[in-house]
C-alpha cells in the first residue's frame, strides 16, 4: 500500500513538473488579464494621441504619446505581464507632473496589438518603441529615459543594452520592482519544482544590468508580494555606477501610489541628479 502511494505521488508530482514547462507562457505573459481599454489619459487631463508602431518583424503595436509642453526627457514605458496600457493611467499622470514625455506600447498579443508574446518579442517591441522616439519624435538618445516595471524592467535593460552596445546610450534607465531572472523567479515561488531548470525563458535583468553605462535608478519595496525586495537587490548590486536604489512601500502593484510623494521626489532627484535632466 505504501509503494502505490508512493507511485501515485510521484506520477502527480511529474504531471505538475511537465505542467509547470508546458505552460509556463500562459504563467509568464498574462495578455488576457484586461484586454479591453478602461479609459484613456483625456480622462486626468492629458494630451495626448494614438500611435503604431512598426516592428522589425512586421507587426503593428497599440501605442500612446503623451506629449509634455516643456518636456526636460521623453520616458519610453515598458509595462509589466499584465493588462494594458490603459491601466497605467495613474502612472502617466505622475510622469507628466515630473516633466516627461511619455511614449507607452502594448507588448505583441497585449492590448490592441497585433501577435503573440514571446522574449525576442517584447525586445523587438520595445526597440520599435526607442526608434519612434528617434525618428518620429525627433529624440536624440540622450534625451530619452527607459522606463520598466516587473517584466518590463528585464524588457528595459535588454534594450538598454543593446542601445548602448550600438553607441546610443540612454539618459538614464528606471527599474520598478525587477527580478534577477525568469529561472531564478521561479525558483523562489516554486520552491518545491525544479523551475530553474524548467525555465524556458530567461529575461535576465542582473546579466544585461551589468552592460549599462547610462545611470541606473532601482525601485523596490520591500512589502512586494510578488517580486521580493531581496530581487531588486540582487539587480542593483550587479549593476555598475553610478546607480540609485529607491526603497519604497507598499505592495507589487500599488507601491507607486501608496508611496506617493517619496515616490515623485525620488525621481526627481535622480533624474536632476544623476542624469542631469533638470
Not at 518590463?152 to 538614464?172: H, I, K, N, Q, T
Not at 512601500?249 to 510623494?261: K, Q
Amino acid at each position: 500500500m505504501l509503494l502505490r502511494w508512493l507511485v501515485v505521488g510521484a506520477l502527480v508530482y511529474l504531471l505538475v513538473v511537465a505542467l509547470a514547462w508546458a505552460f509556463q507562457e500562459r504563467l509568464l505573459y498574462l495578455p488576457h488579464m484586461g484586454r479591453e481599454h478602461i479609459g484613456t489619459p483625456a480622462d486626468r487631463g492629458l494630451v495626448w494621441e494614438p500611435v503604431t508602431l512598426e516592428t522589425e518583424d512586421g507587426l503593428a503595436l497599440d501605442a500612446w504619446w503623451l506629449p509634455h509642453e516643456q518636456p526636460r526627457a521623453s520616458l519610453l514605458f515598458l509595462h509589466g505581464n499584465a493588462g494594458n496600457i490603459s491601466h497605467r493611467l495613474d502612472s502617466l499622470v505622475q510622469f507628466h507632473r515630473l516633466g516627461l514625455s511619455v511614449l507607452i506600447l502594448d507588448y505583441r498579443g497585449y492590448g490592441r496589438s497585433e501577435g503573440r508574446p514571446s522574449e525576442a518579442g517584447l525586445a523587438l517591441d520595445a526597440q520599435a518603441g526607442w526608434h519612434w522616439l528617434q525618428e518620429e519624435a525627433g529624440q536624440a538618445p540622450g534625451q530619452v529615459v527607459l522606463f520598466g516595471r516587473s517584466l518590463g524592467a528585464a524588457v528595459a535593460v535588454e534594450l538598454a543594452e543593446a542601445r548602448e552596445a550600438e553607441g546610443e546610450r540612454p539618459a538614464a534607465v528606471i527599474l520598478e520592482s525587477p527580478f534577477r531572472s525568469v529561472p531564478e523567479l521561479a525558483q523562489r515561488v516554486y520552491p518545491f519544482l525544479p523551475a530553474r531548470w524548467l525555465a524556458r525563458f530567461s529575461h535576465d535583468t542582473e546579466t544585461h544590468v551589468r552592460g549599462i553605462a547610462a545611470p541606473l535608478l532601482v525601485i523596490h519595496s520591500r512589502d512586494d508580494e510578488i517580486i521580493p525586495f531581496a530581487e531588486g537587490e540582487a539587480v542593483y548590486r550587479a549593476a555598475r555606477e553610478p546607480k540609485t536604489l529607491l526603497e519604497i512601500r507598499g505592495g507589487h502593484n500599488t507601491g507607486f501610489l501608496d508611496s506617493e510623494p517619496d515616490y515623485s521626489a525620488g525621481i526627481d532627484a535622480f533624474l536632476s541628479e544623476e542624469a542631469g535632466l533638470r
